[in-house]
């Protein structure tokens, strides 16, 4: 058998034209044992070898074959298919290789949300009173505006950028409640610290404490 010996195939009633060196490059696969003459092949009226498998997906098994390289379309979305097929043929570098490209699209699909929080609490050492307390809170506007209550605390967001915003309020144990809803929204705390200082004021040595917590979530792109 020779390598440079051109090879018709009819897969699944698509017909296919390559070199039976193409075909062996792998040569553990099932098409390297089927045209090493390992296995009998099978013929077409037109004798042609037939594969009684999905024509359309193996343009991709052949071109993996030819280049070693997997290339999809945009907006590619058959993977369970490719995967089914590339299973049949046994092509080990071709499986990881779709492995590796279905995750890539799985991240370039969605992406991450984050909203972060940053409670600031000043107390009074000597009388251990709360002297001041505020929240600042980080995020996409969408996201800032759909927390419930929001509008209700008389001020807008400040616009950071197209997309996000910052809001600053002075009302205590905000934090704890934006996070109680976020968690049950699906959000998940990434990140949390607590952080002190320690400064004099009016003849007052003050404590600030600062809260800071980062939650995020996958939003799908579309």
């Known amino acids: 058998m020779e390598e440079s010996e051109i090879i018709r195939l009819n897969v699944g009633g698509h017909i296919y034209t390559t070199t039976r060196?193409?075909?062996?490059?792998?040569?553990d696969s099932m098409?390297?044992?089927?045209f090493k003459g390992d296995i009998p092949s099978k013929v077409d009226q037109d004798?042609?070898?037939?594969?009684?498998?999905?024509?359309?997906m193996f343009r991709y098994i052949l071109n993996f074959?030819?280049?070693g390289k997997l290339c999809l379309p945009q907006q590619f979305s058959d993977y369970d298919l490719l995967e089914n097929e590339a299973d049949f043929y046994q092509i080990e570098p071709l499986i990881t290789?779709?492995?590796?490209?279905?995750?890539?699209?799985?991240?370039?699909?969605?992406e991450f949300n984050y909203i972060e929080i940053v409670e600031e609490n000043l107390h009074s050492l000597y009388s251990g009173s709360l002297l001041?307390?505020?929240?600042?809170?980080?995020?996409?506007?969408?996201d800032l505006t759909a927390i419930p209550g929001i509008s209700t605390y008389g001020k807008s967001p400040e616009i950071l950028s197209s997309f996000y915003s910052r809001l600053t309020l002075s009302i205590r144990g905000l934090r704890l409640e934006i996070g109680e809803f976020l968690s049950k929204q699906g959000w998940i705390k990434e990140h949390s610290n607590l952080s002190f200082s320690k400064s004099s004021s009016r003849g007052d040595f003050v404590?600030?404490?600062i809260y800071r917590e980062v939650w995020k979530i996958c939003r799908k792109n579309h």
């Open 31 to 34: 098409l390297g044992a089927m």
């Open 21 to 27: 060196s193409t075909l062996v490059r792998y040569p």
């Open 132 to 142: 001041d307390a505020f929240t600042t809170l980080d995020g996409r506007t969408t």
């Open 65 to 67: 074959c030819r280049s």
């Open 207 to 209: 404590e600030k404490k």
């Open 97 to 110: 290789s779709i492995t590796s490209s279905r995750q890539n699209a799985m991240k370039e699909s969605q």
């Open 47 to 56: 004798g042609n070898f037939f594969i009684d498998r999905d024509g359309q």
